[in-house]
């Protein structure tokens, strides 16, 4: 019954569902996983990238993308990102010709957020099926794709002020959870400060998957060991209680 | 009173021009930089109408640096030169026309060469060796004329840039003084003290 109400966005339905906008989250959902880790001077974005088929040029699929020297990965369908990331840039351009200082990380938001709210209230228009619509500040955070189990693995595994190399084996650690094909199918980009946004090649990603395949070969061991020592333990007690009782006879 | 050089080397391209901000018979400020840095590789100077010049510059590099972050490639400096030549032309038939005088200077870095464009406030634009806006342009462009040479290292051509200067100061009533010189090269922009 409630599905009359879902053909036109600017209508609720008897419930207090906008179902456009939900029907425009899910599709959020269906998108590649993004990851986003903020460290003590750093933010590390890390996005899952889909196997690029063999006769396609890898360089033209860019998940994380330059906004000023800020960058900002885009979520849900390609074609709605790019305008959305085409208004931000030429706003952020904008802001600096008029106050001659470069937007900070809120404002974009702010008025990306704004661009997207307004589609979810004028006539005739479908929702941007780009992140979230309202801004909420995260230390760190997962969208797309499965990021309920990402968000789960980033809630038991972050700490404040992390380092460099530990916001971004948490960034590549997490995203592993989802990507199960490795380090080729991920992108990582990191911003270090004004304008030193680097992107890791894919070696350097490599080699950061190697060390964390071999701790959890390590952990592995050590349980298998400790396992392997009680069993043993319960298997003496095991026998020296029968050898005990067959004797205290 | 406002002058403003520009001329190429091997490998290089020198822009520089006069620091003071004046109106009238007062000079407000002696170190103003009329040269600004458009991109990795490319500068314009600018000179004419105050507030005009500022509007339309800052309008320049706002717009050259979204093409950069929009493209993921900055633009090469003929096609800088036309951009800009194009802006000036709509505005010249528009009600409030911009008149600003340029010297864009950059290094194409897919030629590996230095490129020079002198553009007027009525857009025209002319790729040269060397240029001059402004009064002092009666008596460098004879010197540049004589002393020019495209294939110069970088001193010969600070050196040339000297010799323009000093004739100046030397005859202009009103004398600018101080100068801003920057350069352009493969290895980006730098200013340098002459």
Known sequence: MSRSYDRALTVFSPDGHLFQVEYALEAVRKGTCAVGVRGKDIVVLGVEKKSV???QDPRTVRKVVMLDDHTVPPQGLTADGRVLIDKARVECQSHRLTVEDPVTVEYITRHI??????YTQSGGVRPFDCTKQSRVAFTANAIGRSSKTVREFLEKNYKDDMT????????IKSLLEVVQTGAKNIEISVMEGYSKVTNLEL?????????????KEADAERKRSRLA????????????????????Q | ???????????????????????????????????KELGSHLLMAYSGEPGDTIQFAEYVERNIRLYQIRNLYPLRPAAAASWVRRSLAESLRSRHPYAVNLLLGGYDKAEDKPNLY????????????FAVHGHGKHFALSLLDRYHDPDASLEEGLATLKRCIDEVAKRLVINPGKYKVKVADKDGVREVEI
Do not use: C
């Open chain 1, 164 to 171: 460099r190399e530990e916001s971004i084996k948490l960034t």
């Open chain 1, 53 to 55: 088929l063999q006769l």
């Open chain 2, 1 to 35: 009173m406002e002058t403003s050089f520009a001329l190429t080397g091997k490998g290089y391209v020198i822009v520089a021009a006069d620091t003071t901000a004046s109106r009238s018979i007062v000079k407000m400020k002696v170190d103003q930089d009329k040269i």
């Open chain 2, 118 to 129: 002198w553009i007027d406030y009525l857009g025209s634009v002319v790729e040269v060796p």
């Open chain 1, 203 to 215: 070696s350097e990603i490599e080699a950061i998957v190697a060390e964390i395949e071999r701790e």
């Open chain 1, 113 to 118: 957020a704004g661009i997207q709210q307004k």
């Open chain 1, 229 to 248: 020592a009680t069993a043993a333990g319960q298997a003496a007690m095991a026998s020296r209680a029968d050898t005990s009782q067959s004797s205290g």
